[in-house]
T-cell receptor, first 115, second 112 residues
Framework: DAGITQSPRHKVTETGTPVTLRCHQTENHRYMYWYRQDPGHGLRLIHYSYGVKDTDKGEVSDGYSVSRSKTEDFLLTLESATSSQTSVYFC??????????????FGSGTRLTVV | GESVGLHLPTLSVQEGDNSIINCAYSNSASDYFIWYKQESGKGPQFIIDIRSNMDKRQGQRVTVLLNKTVKHLSLQIAATQPGDSAVYFCAETQGGSEKLVFGKGTKLTVNP
């Protein structure tokens, strides 16, 4: 998607290993979000950021940490991956945060498999 | 539980027919609603939005209707095409929140 890139697109990792997913934006938007998407659950918010070094938890934050050292990058870390964290992870960006004016722009997703 | 949900998880229509996807919300303070389309292997994409001071908004082949009395939102797609096959999500913001709340999604299948 224009202005937002997620990496890697696919990853397979072993249980207990740390994993970091990266979200990069070129829109200079203030707000960045990490969601996971699982069948039957839709999109669930993990963490979000409302500015450099300003982050907050979402509804499913256990087992995840985030960092935002500069406006364009938002990192999601699984400290010790578990099979329950197998999912598709989406990053989203927003200028306003409230969803106004077209809401969020989503990345293409990262498919993570924990074996 | 989630404050935003959908009445039907799947919808199958014939090409050329009109499609209606429904969504219910529970928070009367919600003031902004968005419909997203997600194609297989892609992230959700914005389709159309509506604010709580409106009842209806039209886009290209899509119309969103908002009924605040019964807290109901619908997405109408006219002359549905095979390219409309996707999962559709509604989402809401709760007055001043920095976050959107998403419904679980409805999968639309368009049969040729």
């Amino acid at each position: 998607d224009a202005g937002i890139t997620q990496s890697p697109r696919h990853k397979v990792t072993e249980t207990g290993t740390p994993v970091t997913l990266r979200c990069h934006q070129t829109e200079n938007h203030r707000y960045m979000y990490w969601y996971r998407q699982d069948p039957g659950h839709g999109l669930r918010l993990i963490h979000y950021s409302y500015g450099v070094k300003d982050t907050d938890k979402g509804e499913v934050s256990d087992g995840y940490s985030v960092s935002r050292s500069k406006t364009e990058d938002f990192l999601l870390t699984l400290e010790s991956a578990t099979s329950s964290q197998t999912s598709v992870y989406f990053c989203a960006i927003s200028a306003t945060g409230t969803g106004g004016n077209y809401g969020y722009t989503f990345g293409s997703g990262t498919r993570l498999t924990v074996v | 539980g989630e404050s935003v949900g959908l009445h039907l998880p799947t919808l199958s229509v014939q090409e050329g027919d009109n499609s209606i996807i429904n969504c219910a919300y529970s928070n009367s303070a919600s003031d902004y609603f968005i419909w997203y389309k997600q194609e297989s292997g892609k992230g959700p994409q914005f389709i159309i939005d509506i604010r709580s001071n409106m009842d209806k908004r039209q886009g290209q082949r899509v119309t969103v209707l908002l009924n605040k009395t019964v807290k109901h939102l619908s997405l109408q797609i006219a002359a549905t095409q095979p390219g409309d096959s996707a999962v559709y999500f509604c989402a809401e913001t709760q007055g001043g929140s920095e976050k959107l709340v998403f419904g679980k999604g409805t999968k639309l299948t368009v049969n040729p």
